[in-house]
């Protein structure tokens, strides 16, 4: 919100729940999440959008998404 990029993790992210990033959930406030890195042993599918909306994209356990890979929100396997 300040123009500051800042690094963010979810702990223990729950499974089959979607889960919007608050800290970039308003596209009017604030630019989206980029190069997801997923350290968990599920799949995670990142959303482009909050909700669990818009394009998408899985990565498998351990995978790391790009910069131009952006999103925010997200859901477990």
């Not at 990029?5 to 308003?26: M, Q, W, Y």
Request: aromatic residues 6%.
């Amino acid at each position: 919100m300040d123009g500051k990029t800042a690094t963010g993790k979810l702990i223990d992210p729950p499974s089959k729940e979607c889960v919007t990033l608050p800290e970039v959930a308003d596209e009017d406030a604030s630019a989206p999440a980029y190069s997801p890195d997923n350290r968990t042993k599920s799949t995670v599918v990142v959303f482009a959008d909050e909700d669990c909306e818009g394009n998408y994209y899985t990565l498998k356990p351990g995978a790391k998404g790009s910069e131009r890979l952006k999103l925010r929100s997200v859901l477990f396997s």
